[in-house]
């Protein structure tokens, strides 16, 4: 009796004139599912806590952020194939515009992803070619503006990031959090330095100039983190997951927690992935796996964009393809509809607004609910939960938690 567990990342937001993306959306489909299930909304981590992707991820999962995370590298690290061992410090890594004389500490940002840049391989191939450093390292290619940069052979994870995480301001130097850490803050800065050396003189780069596209000339850091210790998912459960997602982080904590990643071919993790295929790999994977995580990126890009009608339009344009959920037999299988956090477009960024969450099955008690939006939700039987509680609500709805006491 499997649990399909569909992630729409950054989908709820903050109301404009009284109205969001989602409320306006036309969505016949996920408003069939709110007025056949259960609503409510959900704190992914906590009441006011701005999730991140990674930890609200980990909590939907069932595992205490609090308790597992270090940082978000080691996650991006596995999503994009690095097998990440114990004692490295992995990092999140933009590709990124700086404009300004001098080092790269001395230059602005004004462009975080550089264009949102998706041909990176061959800028990621000559910084490893020309960038040498006293230990060893990795650097892969993530989807989009994204990579993963690993170091080996050090012995602190606890460093501040080179990312600035705003426009305008100078890429920060790298400080470390401790004395073990400052040879690790050492390194990150020389292969900023180094790296932006290397990027500013590419062809790709100067081709992109010639086009008025932003150049990517530098790399941006952040995450540092180790791989956490943490027990598998069926270890846990008893149950067998797996993830379906083209965005590197969601990958990685699906593998790090033991979860089998499936490929599907179109995924992109923007708005121009394969939703019918993702849905339809989906279905298929309800036979075989007793979780399924199916994760769209899209509207949470199209929120950093601050691009209400972009974000209102991809989820009309989810919605058509969820129509194959309302085909399922709800008395084998629990259907659940949510976000991971919201990213409001007049925000641009993650808040702590709870999410709305909608859960379909045959054992659920019906509310009154039938709209499946941030407006309507609360309305609903769930009341409020906790990301740390979703699961074991399903599993109880499908008899599969054990009683607690006598």
């Known amino acids: 009796m499997p649990i399909l567990l569909v992630i729409v990342d950054g989908m709820p937001d903050r109301p404009i004139n009284g109205k969001t993306p989602l409320s306006v959306a036309k969505k016949p489909n996920m408003d069939k599912i709110a007025e056949l299930g259960i609503n409510g909304i959900m704190d992914t981590i906590a009441p006011g806590i701005r999730p991140g ?15 597992y995370y270090t940082g978000r590298g080691p996650f991006e690290a596995a999503g ?90 100078k890429v920060k130097v790298c400080k470390p959090l401790n004395d073990k850490a400052t040879k690790v803050a050492e390194i990150v800065n020389e292969f900023m330095q180094k790296a932006h050396e290397v990027l500013e003189r590419h062809p790709l780069n100067e081709e992109r100039e010639k086009k008025g596209l932003p150049k990517a000339n530098a790399i941006l850091l952040r995450g540092a983190g180790v791989v956490p210790k943490i027990e598998s998912f069926k270890d846990k459960f008893g149950l067998n997951l797996a993830v379906i997602s083209a965005t590197a982080l969601i990958r990685g904590v699906g593998k790090i927690v033991g979860g089998k990643l499936i490929d599907v071919k179109g995924a992109t993790g923007n708005r121009f992935t394969n939703i019918e295929a ?27 964009d601050g691009d209400f009608n972009g974000k209102k339009e991809f989820i009309e344009k989810l919605d058509m393809y969820f129509s194959k959920f309302l085909e399922l037999d709800y008395n084998e299988v629990c259907l659940i509809i949510t976000s991971d956090h919201s990213t409001p477009v007049s925000v641009r960024e993650h808040t702590a607004d709870p999410v709305p969450v909608a859960i379909l099955n045959n054992s659920v008690r019906r509310d009154d609910v039938k709209i499946f939006s941030e407006f309507e939700a609360y309305k609903g039987g769930l009341c409020r939960i906790r990301g740390l509680d979703l699961l074991n609500i399903a599993r109880d709805l499908l008899n599969l938690i054990e009683k607690f006491g006598a």
């Open 53 to 67: 992707s990674d930890t609200s991820h980990l909590a939907l999962l069932g595992y205490d952020p609090h308790k």
């Open 80 to 169: 994009v194939g690095i097998d990440v061992k114990p004692g490295d410090v992995a990092f999140r890594v933009n590709f990124a515009t700086v404009k300004g004389e001098g080092s790269i500490f001395d230059k602005v940002v004004v462009d975080r992803r550089a264009g949102r840049i998706e041909n990176t391989e061959e800028l990621i191939k000559a910084i490893k070619e020309e960038v040498k450093l006293p230990v060893e390292y990795e650097l892969k290619r993530a989807t989009g503006h994204r990579a993963a940069f690993v170091l080996r052979g050090v012995e602190s994870h606890e460093v501040t990031d080179t990312d600035p995480k705003k426009i305008g301001a």
């Open 278 to 304: 993702k849905v339809d790999s989906a279905i298929k994977a309800l036979k075989d796996f007793d979780v399924v995580l199916l994760h769209f990126k899209a509207t949470d890009e199209l929120g950093h």
